[in-house]
């Protein structure tokens, strides 16, 4: 089990940056997960942002984030973050933290939710 709890959303203007966190807890091994982000704006579905394998390596995105999102993690601060810059007014939405265990690197499946942290991109 783990859990998970996400920080750093915010208001920003068109253009500007936001870095999120997002701590995890529990008797896991965070090392042995991977992380994804996923966002949710008003009226839509849940989709997926980004993922990173369990050791950092590897990473993949949305095609709506590429260029101006960056996913990381630092496995000794049991730390995943999400990096945006070039905000956009349709970046709008609350963002989710998630695990699910590895390696593979996938935006599907995941088991482990945080509750959300909201970022508002105004124009």
């Known amino acids: 089990q783990v859990q998970l709890v996400e920080s750093g959303g915010g208001l920003v203007q068109a253009g500007g940056s936001l870095r999120l966190s997002c701590a995890a807890s529990?008797?896991?091994?965070?090392?042995?997960?991977?992380m994804g982000w996923f966002r949710q704006a008003p009226g839509k579905e849940r989709e997926f942002v980004a993922a990173i394998s369990t050791s950092g390596r590897s990473t993949i995105y949305a095609d709506f984030v590429k260029g101006r999102f960056t996913i990381s993690r630092d496995n000794a601060k049991i730390t995943v973050y999400l990096q945006m810059d070039s905000l956009k007014p349709e970046d709008t939405a609350v963002y989710y933290c998630?695990?699910?265990?590895?390696?593979?690197?996938?935006?599907?499946?995941?088991?482990?939710w945080g509750q959300g942290t909201q970022v508002t991109v105004s124009s």
């Open positions: 998630a695990a699910r265990r590895g390696p593979t690197l996938t935006a599907n499946n995941y088991n482990y």
């Open positions: 529990g008797r896991t091994s965070f090392s042995s997960y991977v």
